[in-house]
C-alpha cells in the first residue's frame, strides 16, 4: 500500500482539473512513459457531467458467474479498509469474469461506500441502479451495465488489481472524470496539482487565439509557439524542483 498522501488541499486543487490536463502535466515529469498509467477506453464514466474525482483506490476483486463461499459483499470488511488508508477512498474493482456475468455493483453499495467516505467507484466489470446511483451523486466509472448481480461474491480486498489496462495498488492515487481515469504518481501529486493553472494558461494561448475569429496560418503559428515556449518553460521549471 502507498505510504505517502497528499494534502487535503493538494487534492482539492487536483479536482479542480481535468483528466487529461492532469495528464498533460504528468507528462513534464518524465517519470513513466508516456503511454502508461491511464486506463483504456474499457472504463468509462456513467455520469460524465460530475466533476473530477480524486481518491487513494481500495481494491478488491470480484465474481459473479458462479455462488463463492463467505460474504457475498464483504463490505463491511471494506469499509474498514478505509480507516487503514489515506482519505478519501475509490473503491476499485477488477471483475475476473471474462466477459463480466452481473453487476459488481449497484445503490445499496455505493450508498453504503458514499456514507463512509468514498469519493467513487471504479470497476473493470458492470454496475446497475444507475439511475439512484446518479442521484447520490456517487461517481462510477464501468465498462458497461448489466441489471443482474448474478451469484456475486469478492474473492479479496486490498490486493492489486488489474482494470483498463492498469495495475492498481492499494493507496494509489487516482483522478477521472468524463475523459476517462489516471493513476497520479504521490511522490509528484503536489507539484502536478500546482503547475495544473500554468499548463492551461499556456493552451489558453492557443485557444484564445481562435476565439478571435480573425485566425491565419501565421497567426495560429505564433500561438502555436508561444504555447509550447511556455510549456518548456514549466517543464524546466518542474525539473528544478
Known sequence: ????????????????????????????????????GYMDQRIRACFPELPP????????????????????????????AFAEMPSPPVMVFQDLDDPPSAATFGEV???AYRSFGAAGLITSGAG?????????PFPVFT??????????????????????????????????DRNGVTTVPVDIASEVAHACAEFVQAEALVIDYFKTGD???????EALAACRDRIEKLRAKLARK
Open 128 to 136: 446497475r441502479d444507475l439511475s439512484q446511483v446518479e442521484a447520490m
Open 143 to 176: 465498462s458497461g451495465a448489466i441489471c443482474a448481480h448474478g451469484y456475486c461474491h469478492i474473492p479479496s480486498i486490498q490486493v492489486p488489481v488489474r482494470v483498463g489496462g492498469v495495475t492498481v495498488h492499494p493507496g494509489d492515487l487516482l483522478h477521472a
Open 53 to 80: 474525482m480524486v481518491g487513494y483506490a481500495c481494491t478488491a476483486t470480484f465474481r459473479s458467474a458462479a455462488p463463492g463461499d463467505g460474504d457475498v459483499y464483504a463490505i463491511r470488511q471494506q469499509i474498514a
Open 215 to 221: 485566425a491565419s496560418e501565421s497567426g495560429f503559428a
Open 1 to 36: 500500500m502507498t505510504g505517502d498522501s497528499v494534502g487535503k488541499q493538494d487534492l482539492e486543487l487536483l479536482g479542480e482539473y481535468d483528466t487529461p490536463t492532469v495528464c498533460n502535466v504528468i507528462e513534464l515529469f518524465n517519470v513513466r512513459p508516456r503511454n502508461c
Open 109 to 111: 453499495m455505493c450508498g
